[in-house]
């Protein structure tokens, strides 16, 4: 009879647990601290003074809400020369430059965070 409870027990926290991850992969889970609201920015798009002369599309792993996004944004737009949108469906990162600016930089912006940069491409 022990066991049977022990087993309906573990199927219920089993069951919590995938409902939850399922939640977190699709983004509506609370991520990062996030909360499963979406994130109000108060930052406003970030406009580069001079003209872009490149973009650099990142495949970024690791986004799963709009707190990752907002992340990912603040910190590739904290960077002089680059501005920064996140497509959090696509997982990529279009990176608008109005100088040059390495590949590396960018890169190690959004590594720090914990997310990977898969691939840049340039466009």
Known sequence: MGNIIVIAVLAV??????????????????????GSEPVEISEDK??????VIERKILHIEGMHCENCKA????????IDGAAAEVDLKKKLAVVSCDRQLSDDLIVNAVSVLDYKVVSVEHA
Request: charge should be positive; charged fraction near 30%.
């Open 46 to 51: 970030k406009e580069l003074t001079a003209p």
């Open 13 to 34: 926290i089993l069951i919590f647990a995938v409902k939850e991850a399922v939640k977190h992969l699709k983004g509506q889970g609370d991520c990062c601290g996030g």
């Open 71 to 78: 992340r990912v944004e603040r910190a590739i737009n904290r």
